[in-house]
């Protein structure tokens, strides 16, 4: 109790928190785009539902993880070698990840041009059950990708763990509100929800990309992410002008 006293003192110890609760907004920003496309396929009255209980359960993963922090730095020790490149744990969950992730965009896109053809997308079944359970499933998949790579960073950042969890359950509280909000809007607008599995192809071969050893900073792909939705709002803004012109619009 006297460590988190003296924590708590410290200016630099909450200059850490943060920084390291944006960080952590930010890093969830992928995961809610990603939790947002996957539960509107969903019927309605499960889709609230399944991000609730994808994002808690993202909360209870991340914390666990937290726990064995120790475990989870050894994680970043390259296990082989190859292509002159040492590949860790670590390395081997971000190419999972963003292999993944390119698929799912691949498949939702090729859905997107095509809403006739849906014989393959399990998601899009009209069992509930099984599409629940499955939405479930890829959304844990996926955090604990995210979880992995934001714990490591976290890590990097400060060595006080009260820290790391005060910044964790206020990213994914962040992401508790946000999800219904954001879920809604890409559900509206169907040029939002290619830009946004444009974004998930693009955060899938940046992951691909980090576990073959390229760096890429993030803030180039936050930044090209933001002038791509500004892009888009803007042209939504000017799509409803027109409408509101030609009297097709309330």
Known sequence: MQDLLLLAQDPAAWVALITLVVMEVVLGIDNLIFISILTNKLPPEHREKARRIGIGLALVMRLALLGTVAWIVKLTTPVFEAFGHGFSWKDMILIAGGLFLVWKATKEIHHNVDPADH??????????????????????????VFSVDSIITAVGMTPHLPIMVIAVVAAVTVMLVAANPLANFIEKNPTIVMLALAFLLMIGTTLIAEGMGLHVPKGYIYAAMAFSALVEILNMVARNARLRKAGKLD
Request: glycine fraction near 8%.
């Open 119 to 144: 014989g393959e997308d399990f998601i899009a079944s009209s069992a509930a059950i099984n599409s629940f359970g499955a939405a479930i499933a890829q959304i844990l998949l996926l955090d604990l």
